[in-house]
RNA sequence: GGUCGGAUGGCCGAGUGGCUAGGCAGUGGUCUGCAAAACCAUCUACACCGGUUCGAAUCCGGUUCCGACCUCCA
């Protein structure tokens, strides 16, 4: 097996990685929380782990991905007595909040669907595992590092940290942490404000709650990932994933959570994905440039000059390492859009190629190229590089000036099907022009508009290229005679 | 304010102490009745100021600017 390194946030470096057990691999992301449609952050863990998912699997692990979905309204603000996410939605909307979260987890699931992202092995919900939550708070308080106070429960980071490291994971000291909180007028209950809530009383108004040995209540922010990657993963797994911007608090305090349970800080590798903005913008409501996903595929965004197809999104994205931010504009996605109709019209290419007796150009060292690319911690955007360099030599081949033998081509063949395919998970956003009566029909047309050519009937044929042209079949003359094909 | 990261050619985006990243756009060419498409070739770079070095875009220091987190967030 193939050494493949990830970069390890915990140590700040890329390490060989090394799975708990040498067949299998057990891997954890956050999931989305389902209060309204899925926007570009949700793709981009998504497909970052879906790659990551893939490319496990080619390497021959057995692997269990977990991926959560959020369907537990946690409160907005750590001072706030009122009201979550989902339950204000589902107020404005007069929906149970249930309603709600079921109906963007669909959405959800629809856009993933379309950007070609693997279903996880198992897809819980935080609300049906609300007793092992419960379960988990009652080992930390057991352990001594969480305490009640009307009705919530707190973790105790203060004193979890004289026998434990908080801050492990962000590099943060606690003692900074402390000087650097400002005073918030007292409201909270907790004991310092580094602590944070494992569970929370329900306020009359929340609806969404469940009854605890504590009254009813709801589950705090970080606890849902620990409970439920622990149930199906183990208190020691190989990796957790997600957003850069959950690294502090959220698995900070999932760290500290699984220590204060299980004496187990739980994935061994934790990887993180780095941001998007648009137009150099962090994406945000306020800011006007809040794109969803649907409104990127079908184009009803004010800021997109048009519509770009799913596989124009996991391209792009694939185009950037995981671990830098990207920037979206029309002008990126659009070169992207070519780039990509590039590569599959090569691979497309490929296929009409006809076989020499011998290769005139060396391919033998791109498998493994690409390989090295992807094992230094997935650098996808070079192995893309390494595969556009085979697009030059297959067109070159198609025009005559290389040649490739049978087993060279079957070598790219599967070259471009385990890359482009399987570990990117891309598809043809060609257009198929595969059916009969067309075919039939666009030959027929193309015959008569050759006759018009040879009797230099220039008018009428360009007629012909102009008319077809308006209704998106473009006509491509080549030497070898007119070919035609769906535009773009 | 604290912690951390970044600044690469017209745009996006890799990488690295000396040797072409790649995509898109541009330019030149092939092909064509013309055009389009396609294909081939190719130019423009490493924020600023110092330092280390035979050599730095790459290492070190400083400056400016940008971003992330510190508060729900992918």
Known sequence: MQTLKIYNTLSGNKEVFEPINPDSVSMYVCGPTVYGEGHLGHARPAITFDTLFRYLKILGYKVRYVRNITDVGHLLNDADDGGDKIGEKAKALQLEPMEVAHYYTKKY??????????????????????????????????????????????????????????????RRKIEDMLENTRELDGQSDKKNQVDFALWKKASPEHIMRWPSPWGDGFPGWHLECSAMSCKYLGEEFDIHGGGMDLVFPHHEAEIAQCCAANNNKGAKYWMHNNMITIGGQKMGKSLGNFITLNEFFNGSHEKLDQAYHPMVIRFFLLQAHYRSTIDFSNDALQAAEKGLIRLFNAIKTLNEISPKENSNIDVSSFPNKCDDAMNDDLNTPIVLSHLFDLVKVINSCKEGKHDLSANDIDLLKNLLNKYVTEIFGLQSILKENNSTDINTLMSFVLDLRSQLKENKDWATADKIRDGLNDINIEIKDTKDGSTWDYKK
């Not at 930390?140 to 590092?145: M, P, R």
């Open 109 to 170: 699931h629809e856009s993933m669907y379309k950007l070609n992202v693997e279903n996880p092995s198992i897809e819980p919900l935080a609300s049906g595992h609300i007793i092992e939550q419960i379960e988990m708070i009652k080992k930390i308080i057991d352990n001594g590092f969480g305490y009640e106070v009307n009705g919530s429960i707190y973790f105790d980071v203060v004193k979890y940290n004289e026998s434990n490291e908080y801050g492990m994971l962000s």
